[in-house]
């Protein structure tokens, strides 16, 4: 077990605490410790990210270039369909 000195506020020792060496003096796994750190700082993040779909993209086209498109559309539903 691994002894531990206490000690008050002012700095006085207190008394001694002994650890579990299972607990306490247990190999560390860099690779474990590293999985959680990014899953924590993955979880404070806000998520607001996003991309836009189609009818959004479609939208931001000028009027001319929504009406060429709308041609070109008709064309291809007639020759597809038609």
Avoid at 29 to 34: A, E, F, G, Q, T
């Amino acid at each position: 077990m691994v002894e531990l000195s206490l000690h008050n506020v002012e700095g006085k020792e207190i008394g001694e605490i002994s650890l579990k060496d299972n607990i306490f003096n247990a190999k560390i796994n860099k690779y474990l410790v590293h999985q959680v750190v990014k899953r924590y700082l993955a979880g404070k993040r806000r998520g607001t990210a996003s991309t836009k779909n189609r009818s959004e993209v479609r939208e931001e086209l000028n009027p001319g270039d929504r009406k060429e498109l709308e041609g070109l559309e008709q064309v291809l539903t007639a020759l597809l369909f038609g």
